[in-house]
T-cell receptor
């Protein structure tokens, strides 16, 4: 079964800490995405990547950066965590070829910044 | 960024009832998708629609791609308690790297 795996289900970090959220997919997908999900706001795109070492800003990139050194791995970095970054973070991947099937999502990481 | 319109934000139904959800857009999409998110999990694809007018079923779920390509609906028949969750619609335009545009989701509660 194809999978997108997020390294942590729950994280608690202190304000000002540097936080790494890791995402790995085993489907050889070209495209990878990071979203945050907050009640009433739906899914908001933070960053995405269409290829190794490529990255593009989504709708809410401020306070975040990303890294894609290998095709299967896409990391989200909170340079200096703040309480307003407490949220559910979802990673997703998709293929650039063949019939479009949308995204495959990971199970999410619930991050609390205290 | 643009979002698709899903309302209401929450729906409450009795077990055994049918429920219908709508998703609308001001612009055209070439693919419509419906996802379900169980509590504490990531969204999972339920149904994908690729042609205007297409009607597709998956068990108790039926979804349609609107003829104008600006809307889609999802119907759940004979609801059961495990249908609870958030239902997202998503639209995608043509192009290998075309991103999905999501609705804000509808939270469905099913009373036993």
């Amino acid at each position: 079964d194809v999978k997108v795996t997020q390294s942590s289900r729950y994280l608690v970090k202190r304000t000002g800490e540097k936080v790494f959220l890791e995402c790995v997919q085993d489907m050889d997908h070209e495209n990878m995405f990071w979203y945050r999900q907050d009640p009433g706001l739906g899914l908001r795109l933070i960053y995405f990547s269409y290829d190794v070492k490529m990255k593009e800003k989504g709708d809410i990139p401020e306070g975040y950066s990303v890294s894609r050194e290998k095709k299967e791995r896409f990391s989200l970095i909170l340079e200096s965590a703040s309480t307003n970054q407490t949220s559910m973070y979802l990673c997703a991947s998709s293929s650039s070829t063949g019939l479009v099937h949308g995204y495959t999502f990971g199970s999410g990481t619930r991050l609390t910044v205290v | 960024g643009q979002q698709l319109n899903q309302s209401p934000q929450s729906m409450f139904i009795q077990e055994g009832e049918d429920v219908s959800m709508n998703c609308t857009s001001s612009s055209i999409f070439n693919t419509w998708l419906w996802y379900k998110q169980d509590p504490g999990e990531g969204p999972v694809l339920l149904i994908a629609l690729y042609k205007a007018g297409e009607l597709t079923s998956n068990g108790r779920l039926t979804a349609q791609f609107g003829i104008t390509r600006k809307d889609s609906f999802l119907n759940i028949s004979a609801s059961i308690p495990s249908d609870v969750g958030i239902y997202f619609c998503a639209g995608q335009r043509t192009g290998a790297n075309s991103k999905l545009t999501f609705g804000k989701g509808i939270t469905l509660s099913v009373r036993p």
